[in-house]
């Protein structure tokens, strides 16, 4: 049995229930299958019985593993993050499917969520990861990541995976999740905007703007001095960034124009 490399996020799913029931959650489209991080393959084979399969693998040890296995698997050796720099995953509309590694789990589904050739993600991820993602308003959880999530699809947690489905097993709990997008890509400026005003979750929406927008004044949109951005939905959230964008690029001009 090949060890695990700690590394690369390898925590193997070797439960046959669980991986059955990921198939059976599997999205109902005829679109091609992106895996990343197919590992030693227990996830590609259930895939494989249903879909064209896409996979890419960082680990050389496991390519040559799964070259042997499935002869017929269009496999990329490789950093799949890399190739994403050179455009999107594949050439024709894919459903991302995949045991995500943990380290770079988010950053993962953020790439994807703006990849206009994909059309739905079903991944699974750490559990509190996964609760960010799929927050609702007010909820303690709620973050920049479900505003930006929900901007651009229908997002559900499925159900949970205990650590022992896994060999290693895993220190937390796992979640399936998936992401059923009804836009291609989210506005990259916006993502950068709700950073800001999340920089400090437990300080109030004004302090975390002004330190950008200066006389960012909530009252001029409805919104009172205290209020928190946990407490301000995503609507509101695209109105605040469109104004303010509107207001600064004007600034901007009026200096150019008086200079
Ligand atoms: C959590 S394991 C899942 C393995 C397998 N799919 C399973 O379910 O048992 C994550 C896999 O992603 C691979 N991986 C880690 N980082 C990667 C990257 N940047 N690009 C491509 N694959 C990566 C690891 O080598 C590992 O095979």
């Not at 799913?13 to 109902?28: F, R, V």
């Not at 299958?33 to 030693?40: F, N």
């Not at 490789?78 to 999107?88: A, I, R, T």
């Not at 009804?182 to 975390?208: G, V």
Request: glycine content about 4%; overall charge positive; aromatic content about 10%.
């Amino acid at each position: 049995m090949i060890k695990a490399k700690k590394k690369f996020g390898q925590n193997f799913l070797k439960d046959k229930h669980y991986l059955e029931k990921i198939s059976e959650a599997m999205p109902n489209t005829d679109n091609l299958v992106v895996e990343i991080g197919p590992g030693l393959g227990d996830l590609t084979e259930k895939l494989l019985e249903k879909r064209r399969v896409l996979a890419y693998e960082i680990d050389k040890d496991l390519c040559e593993i799964l070259k042997e296995k499935f002869p017929n698997l269009n496999l990329k050796c490789g950093d799949v993050l890399e190739y994403w720099q050179k455009g999107s995953l594949a050439e024709e509309d894919y459903d991302l499917i995949a045991n995500l590694p943990y380290y770079v789990a988010t950053n993962i589904i953020l790439r994807a969520l703006r990849d206009p050739k994909c059309k739905n993600i079903l991944v699974l991820i750490q559990k509190e990861v996964a609760d960010k993602f799929s927050a609702k308003l007010g909820e303690k959880n709620y973050s920049s990541l479900a505003i930006l999530a929900s901007q651009v699809a229908d997002v559900k947690k499925l159900f949970d995976i205990p650590p022992g489905a896994f060999v290693p097993a895993p220190k937390v709990t796992s979640s399936v999740i998936e992401f059923r997008k009804f836009k291609d890509s989210y506005d990259e400026e916006f993502a950068k905007f709700l950073k800001i005003a999340f920089a400090n979750p437990r300080k109030t929406l004004k302090k975390n703007l002004s330190a950008v927008y200066k006389n960012f004044d909530p009252k001029e949109f409805g919104l009172a001095d205290t209020i928190r951005p946990h407490q301000v939905d995503g609507s509101t959230f695209f109105r605040l960034f469109s104004a303010l964008k509107e207001r600064s690029e004007y600034g901007k001009r009026k200096k150019r124009d008086n200079s």
